[in-house]
């Protein structure tokens, strides 16, 4: 199995783990806290797919699918277009308010798609490129595409749990 194979497999797991915490949820669930200062399931899933598409975009050199395929205008959140959910607080949080399950899975298909694409051309080689200078040592495309996958299983976990919390 090549590194590509691999990589595509791995994101692809994250995505069948985020589309199964939001299925069947109401926009008024997707927005629901277990605590005052609690993630959504909404947010999180959000949040999780707004760092891969601006990380894969950063290092693909290209657009990001929020923006150019229009899900921002679409989703019509009360952040910044180039929120990622980063350092949010709270009441920041609570503004991510996800209209539909629906809307997210497009989202998470689109997101899903690009990354595939960006991952299916990569050789070995291509992951010893260096991405990210402001580190010691440098970051390189290996080190940071397995920092997505990481930050993205982490979410899409607490996405399941916070599901479960909802009941039913």
């Known amino acids: 199995m090549r590194s590509s194979d691999l990589l595509q497999y791995a994101y692809a797991q994250v995505g069948e783990h985020l589309r199964d915490a939001v299925d069947g949820l109401s926009?008024?669930?997707l927005a629901?806290?277990?605590?005052p200062d609690a993630n959504p399931v909404g947010w999180l899933v959000w949040h999780a797919l707004r760092v891969q598409d601006d990380h894969l975009a950063e290092v693909a050199g290209s657009g990001q699918v929020w923006t150019a395929?229009?899900?921002?205008g679409r989703f019509a959140l009360l952040v910044d277009d180039a929120a990622t959910g980063y350092g949010m607080s709270s009441a920041e949080v609570a503004a991510v308010r996800v209209p539909s399950a629906g809307l997210l899975v497009?989202?998470?298909?689109?997101?899903?798609a690009r990354s595939r694409e960006f991952l299916g051309g990569l050789s070995d080689d291509d992951l010893d490129?260096?991405?990210d200078e402001r580190?010691?040592?440098?970051?390189t495309l290996g080190v940071r595409l397995v920092s997505v996958l990481d930050d993205d299983l982490q979410h899409a976990g607490q996405a399941a749990y916070a599901r479960g919390l909802l009941g039913g």
């Open 32 to 35: 629901q806290r277990a605590g």
């Open 27 to 29: 926009p008024e669930q």
């Open 135 to 139: 580190w010691d040592p440098p970051v």
């Open 106 to 112: 497009e989202y998470l298909d689109a997101v899903l």
């Open 69 to 72: 395929q229009g899900f921002a």
């Open 129 to 131: 490129r260096v991405v």
